[in-house]
């Protein structure tokens, strides 16, 4: 079974609000990811978690905070966001950091987030 | 130039129609190769990987050409089902990062 799972499907939030996005996978995978999508665009990459541990920040804005509470759960905490953070945000999980040859990630459903 | 490109498309093609993708990447040391799915505003899905000797699952052929840096998608016998957009996606190196083309959209119509 190779499910991550998302929560909220959608969120619609004000430029001065605090949100939480989480994230859950139980494959006993050991790396998770957050990354952006904006509409007709390929994922980016925004944060690496690999045990447990931040191991990649790709640059990503302060008001953009990552956090992993455990191996199963990875949440991204939101304050002060711009309309330009209106994207599909997608956790990924797989199985190690270190990836052999053909191991590769496994996405979530994705959270809309709109920021008003 | 782009790390992983991609023509964006879209294809259209006739069902019962067979249609090929290419892909081609620069980074030399790359050493993993994916083709993912991915429909209208839903995530990503692992299509396949691709093997050097290249691969086949059932209406889906990927192959890989290393000295030309050079990945492809083949899918024979289109379905409606198949529309959808299909990235490229690259892994250079024993880490974590993939690098994803911009995609090419496929509508297969009736």
């Known amino acids: 079974d190779t499910e991550v799972t998302q929560t909220p499907k959608h969120l619609v939030m004000g430029m001065t609000n605090k949100k939480s996005l989480k994230c859950e996978q139980h494959m006993g995978h050991r790396a998770m990811y957050w990354y952006k999508q904006k509409a007709k665009k390929p994922p980016e990459l925004m944060f690496v978690y690999s045990y447990e541990k931040l191991s990649i920040n790709e640059s990503v804005p302060s008001r953009f905070s990552p956090e992993c509470p455990n191996s199963s759960l990875l949440n991204l905490h939101l304050h002060a966001l711009q309309p330009e953070d209106s994207a599909l945000y997608l956790c990924?999980?797989?199985?190690?950091?270190?990836?052999?040859?053909?191991?590769?990630?496994?996405f979530g459903p994705g959270t809309r987030l709109l920021v008003l | 130039r782009k790390e992983v490109e991609q023509d964006p498309g879209p294809f259209n093609v006739p069902e019962g129609a067979t249609v090929a993708f290419n892909c081609t990447y620069s980074n030399s040391a790359s050493q993993s190769f994916f083709w993912y799915r991915q429909d209208c505003r839903k995530e990503p899905k692992l299509l396949m990987s691709?093997?050097?000797s290249g691969n086949e699952d059932g209406r889906f052929t990927a192959q890989l050409n290393r000295a030309s840096q050079y990945i492809s998608l083949l899918i024979r016998d289109s379905k409606l089902s198949d529309s959808a957009t299909y990235l490229c996606v690259v892994r250079t190196g024993g880490g974590n990062k993939l690098t994803f083309g911009t995609g090419t959209q496929l509508k297969v119509e009736l």
């Open positions: 691709v093997y050097s």
């Open positions: 990924a999980s797989s199985q190690t950091p270190a990836q052999g040859p053909q191991e590769t990630q496994y």
